[in-house]
């Protein structure tokens, strides 16, 4: 079993930058896919930003060049930092947890552990 708890949101200003933190806890060697999504007001979940634990990284097409997501050398904890932050990424955030190598297109069926989320707001 992993637990993952977030931290870090809450709100900013259109333009400005905010990092969140996820603290992975357990089994943490047995996952080798960490991912941060999103789920906006009236929206399904979409991955924002992914890491192999070997440090390749995947990127939605909307947070390219403006957010980057990290993940420490012992693998207990995961990053997201976001600048240029715009309206339209006000949402809660949450960290997941994969068994499986993440994968161009992954989708929150690939993942077996979630935090309890994190309200981003973009004003």
């Known amino acids: 079993q992993v637990q993952l708890v977030e931290s870090g949101g809450g709100s900013v200003q259109a333009g400005g930058s905010m990092n969140l933190s996820c603290a992975i806890s357990?089994?943490?060697?047995?996952?080798?896919?960490m991912s941060w999504f999103r789920r906006a007001p009236g929206k399904e979940r979409e991955g924002v930003a992914a890491?192999?634990?070997?440090?390749?990284?995947l990127y939605a097409d909307s947070v390219k060049g403006r957010f980057t997501i990290s993940l420490n050398r012992a693998q207990t904890m995961v990053y997201l930092q976001m600048s240029s932050l715009e309206p339209e990424d006000t949402a809660v955030h949450y960290c997941?947890?994969?068994?499986?190598?993440?994968?161009?297109?992954?989708?929150?069926?690939?993942?077996?552990?979630w935090g309890q989320g994190t309200q981003v707001t973009v004003s």
């Open positions: 357990g089994d943490t060697y047995s996952t080798n896919c």
């Open positions: 997941a947890a994969a068994y499986i190598y993440c994968r161009a297109g992954w989708t929150p069926s690939d993942f077996d552990f």
């Open positions: 890491i192999y634990t070997g440090g390749d990284r």
